[in-house]
């Protein structure tokens, strides 16, 4: 039976809600779950969207590139600073509306984004994008696994995250191609309509999700006691810590290999390349949880090794882009998914920290790769990625019994 728009799915009690799902479908409820993976799609777009425009903005605005960066940071920022006391403070929200006043806010951030003039209104703007961003992914995940029957729902939340990679590989590409075709305000102002659409989709067609009543919130800090939860965590913060240093600075990176004109095209293979490590997640995930996550670590690093060894090859770069594309596109689900295995009765909590942690660590990339590029040279990004990997293949193995287990607990847990 397919859940139908306008449900609401109605829990009684804390561990009524943590298995609670709308009526079981046969197969999973697609438009619901693409609607929610639009709403990633704006949230990671709106994000990263500057740097594929930031000459032209710090041109209109009247500040350097360094200066006009910080609105990706400022972004990061905004998002790790208050997505734990936002989220606590609107724990009793139904889960659409607070997705709702989320896409609100990416249509208002991103119209002042789009018309400003002054760099300090545009920061502020900036900023209230983060501020929805925390609200907006502290929920996705765990919607997408509501939405779906516990045998489904590694590969509800695969299809919720693939808005990820689409932003990345084809959104940024594309708006920096309007930008220059049309003037860098240009993709802000398509992202206002898209954020308009999909909350019209939203509202249509997924269903409402009742928050907590007072006497089931779980104090945030209180998830960090449950076994596995840090694990994954640790690995959260510094798998995204080496995934940015290198995605930010792709582009100087690849100047300095005399690749400069070919930044869309190597990001196009690293996100075809996701979307297929993606399919494959969402194929596997159920039984496979480890080995997945294993694997795409591996994969990662792989790409790291080629990119500072093969330093006259391009054929070599796209080669790296692939493997990064397929170790890095599954990894959003498959933290997300142990993370909520993990966590239990106390995913929600988890994943609002995992949200703060994984924001921070994209700032904290952007700092590292600015100082690694000034000091040692693009040539040094490899090698920094490579050394996160290491640690990051370290904490996956170790978590044998908690956080990524062999076997993945049944839906009772």
Known sequence: MRT?????????????????????????????????ATAVFVTALTET??????????????????????????YAVGTALTAVPL??????????????????GFAAANTVTAFSTDYPLTMAARFLAGVAAGLAWALLAGYARLLAPPELQGRAIAVAMAGLPL?????????????????????????????????????AAVPEVPGRARGERTPVLRSLTVPGVTP????????????????????????????GGATDAVLLAFGAASLVSIWFTGAHIHRRLRALSVGGALLIAAAAAVLGLATGS????????????????????????????????????????????????????GVAGGLLLDRLGAGSFPWAV???????????????????????PGPAA
Request: proline share 6%.
């Open 49 to 74: 969207l500057p740097a594929g425009v930031l000459p032209a903005m710090s041109a209109d605005l009247g500040v350097g590139e360094s200066a006009m960066g910080q609105a990706v940071t400022v």
């Open 314 to 365: 391009t054929l070599a770069v796209y080669a790296a882009a692939v493997l990064w594309g397929l170790g890095w596109g599954g990894m959003p689900t498959l933290l997300q998914t142990a993370l909520g295995d993990a966590g239990g009765e106390q995913a929600d909590a988890a994943q609002t920290v995992l949200v703060t942690l994984w924001n921070a660590a994209m700032a904290g990339g």
């Open 232 to 259: 994954v965590l640790a690995v959260t913060v510094v798998l995204v810590l080496a995934h940015t240093v290198l995605y930010t600075y792709i582009a100087p990176f690849l100047d300095r290999r005399g690749m």
């Open 4 to 36: 139908t728009p306008r449900t609401t799915v109605r829990t009684t009690s804390p561990t009524a809600r943590a298995t609670a799902q709308a009526p079981a479908p046969a197969t999973l409820p697609l438009p619901a779950l693409l609607a929610l």
């Open 167 to 203: 932003a990345l590989a084809l959104g940024v590409p594309a708006g920096t191609f309007l930008g220059e075709a049309l003037g860098w305000w240009v993709p802000f102002l398509l992202m206002t309509a898209v954020a308009v659409g999909v909350t019209g989709w939203i509202a």
């Open 87 to 104: 989220t606590a403070a609107t724990a009793g929200w139904g889960r659409r509306r607070l997705l709702l006043t989320a896409m609100a």
């Open 386 to 408: 490579l050394l996160l990997l290491l640690v990051v293949l370290a904490v996956v193995l170790a978590a044998r019994a908690h956080g990524f287990p062999a076997r993945r």
